[in-house]
């Protein structure tokens, strides 16, 4: 229920106009299978990497178009981290609209991805979906669009 009465006021002045969102931060265990699977398996791009030795992480963006103008997902990786991480209750899933959906998770189900929600038409009519989990289990809904 959005409706202009719900949502918060704006600063005085305040111009949303130029805000963007620029990416989804994602905490992995295993930077390399996880740069496997959104670049090879799911076909972004990698599009910078950068080691921080005295924070022991490293941080590696990916995404289907740059920074500059598309929303990319940030993958950290914490080097002494060997135990995974709790997804916790909050999070949902990040959504990827793929033009044959079907084709795409036959694909990745031979890959081994996990496919907890085969592609089909939505409960209640509509678009067809399916759920897939990267490396460390977080959901990634695709959405059948041409």
Same mark, same amino acid.
Request: aromatic share 10%.
């Given at each position: 229920?959005?409706?202009?009465?719900?949502?918060?006021?704006?600063?005085?002045?305040?111009?949303?106009?130029?805000?963007?969102?620029?990416?989804?931060?994602?905490?992995?265990?295993?930077?390399?299978?996880?740069?496997?699977?959104?670049?090879?398996?799911?076909?972004?791009?990698?599009?910078?990497?950068?080691?921080?030795?005295?924070?022991?992480?490293?941080?590696?963006?990916?995404?289907?178009?740059?920074?500059?103008?598309?929303?990319?997902?940030?993958?950290?990786?914490?080097? @002494? /981290?060997?135990?995974?991480?709790?997804?916790?209750? #909050?999070?949902?899933?990040?959504? =990827?609209?793929? *033009? %044959?959906? $079907?084709?795409?998770?036959?694909?990745?189900?031979?890959?081994?991805?996990?496919? @907890? /929600?085969?592609?089909?038409?939505?409960?209640?009519? #509509?678009?067809?979906?399916?759920? =897939?989990?990267? *490396? %460390?289990? $977080?959901?990634?809904?695709?959405?059948?669009?041409?």
């Amino acid at each position: 229920m959005d409706d202009a009465s719900t949502a918060p006021a704006a600063s005085a002045g305040e111009d949303f106009s130029r805000f963007r969102m620029l990416h989804t931060m994602l905490r992995v265990r295993d930077l390399d299978k996880s740069l496997d699977f959104y670049t090879r398996l799911l076909g972004m791009k990698l599009l910078r990497r950068k080691d921080y030795p005295t924070g022991e992480f490293t941080l590696a963006f990916v995404g289907y178009g740059e920074e500059a103008d598309s929303t990319v997902i940030e993958l950290t990786y914490n080097w @002494p /981290r060997k135990e995974p991480y709790a997804l916790g209750e #909050g999070f949902g899933h990040l959504a =990827i609209a793929v *033009p %044959d959906i $079907y084709g795409a998770c036959a694909r990745l189900a031979k890959e081994g991805v996990k496919i @907890p /929600r085969p592609p089909g038409p939505m409960k209640h009519g #509509g678009a067809v979906i399916a759920f =897939i989990e990267d *490396p %460390d289990g $977080y959901k990634i809904e695709l959405i059948a669009r041409d």
